[in-house]
């Protein structure tokens, strides 16, 4: 069975964790969390010029289809992780059943 593809604004999104891991992204800087590769959910928001609600939401699709994207409620931002940190941030999640990136094989 062949993976959805992906939505126009799942793909919108997508470029925008990649570009910040790759470290081409070109957005307002102080707004990019330094040395984390993170983006606000604020910067998220005028990037792609859609609510903080939609943005969650689309979040959550591309979790469910295998994108491993942490965020972290303390220092701010979200990130496209590593297996180890879509790990760690699993851990955390108590009301979330997100699977481990060996479940999701």
């Known amino acids: 069975m062949e993976p959805k593809p992906l939505t126009k604004s799942e793909r919108a999104m997508l470029d925008i964790f990649l570009a ?3 470290r081409t992204f070109y957005g307002i800087t102080s707004e990019v969390i330094p ?3 993170r983006i606000t959910r604020d910067l998220l928001c005028r990037q792609l010029g859609t609510s903080d609600r939609s ?3 689309v979040i959550r699709r591309l979790r469910k289809k295998g994108f ?3 965020s972290d409620f303390i220092n701010g ?3 496209l992780g590593t ?3 879509w790990n760690d941030w699993c851990d955390l999640q ?3 059943k997100y699977k481990k990136v ?3 094989r």
């Open 35 to 37: 040395n984390r590769r």
């Open 68 to 70: 491993l994207i942490c």
């Open 55 to 57: 943005n969650r939401i």
């Open 77 to 79: 931002g979200y990130w």
């Open 83 to 85: 297996p180890e940190e």
């Open 102 to 104: 060996e479940e999701l």
């Open 94 to 96: 108590e009301s979330w």
């Open 20 to 22: 910040i891991k790759s």
